[in-house]
């Protein structure tokens, strides 16, 4: 298995910015790629981020040039520096790693609150 832990939400003003650290562990030699979801109450999750393992990345259009996923592979951890934070970008935010014939492992959520 994976187990992901999530850190850095925290509230912020529109226009701030946040980091989000996910460290993974576990079977994490069977990790093909990792990213970033959010969801709202009542609403479907959505990716925001996501990062293969050959380095490739994929944005929500709505967050193209305000945030970026990276990652250190000497840590196992992925990182979601958000910048520019906008009231709708307020959610829940989950890190997922997808595995080798395995399911989806997630974090456990981190809140984001982007408010005046």
């Known amino acids: 298995q994976v187990q992901l832990v999530e850190s850095g939400g925290g509230l912020v003003q529109p226009g701030g910015s946040l980091r989000l650290s996910c460290a993974a562990s576990?079977?994490?030699?069977?990790?093909?790629?990792m990213g970033w979801y959010r969801q709202t109450p009542g609403n479907q999750r959505e990716l925001v981020a996501n990062?293969?393992?050959?380095?490739?990345?994929n944005y929500l259009d709505s967050v193209k040039g305000r945030f970026t996923i990276s990652r250190d592979n000497a840590k196992n951890t992925v990182y979601l520096q958000m910048n520019s934070l906008k009231p709708e970008d307020t959610a829940v935010y989950y890190c997922?790693?997808?595995?080798?014939?395995?399911?989806?492992?997630w974090g456990q959520g981190t809140q984001v609150t982007v408010s005046s």
């Open positions: 990062i293969t393992s050959g380095g490739s990345t």
């Open positions: 997922n790693a997808r595995a080798v014939e395995q399911p989806d492992s």
């Open positions: 576990g079977s994490i030699f069977s990790i093909n790629a």
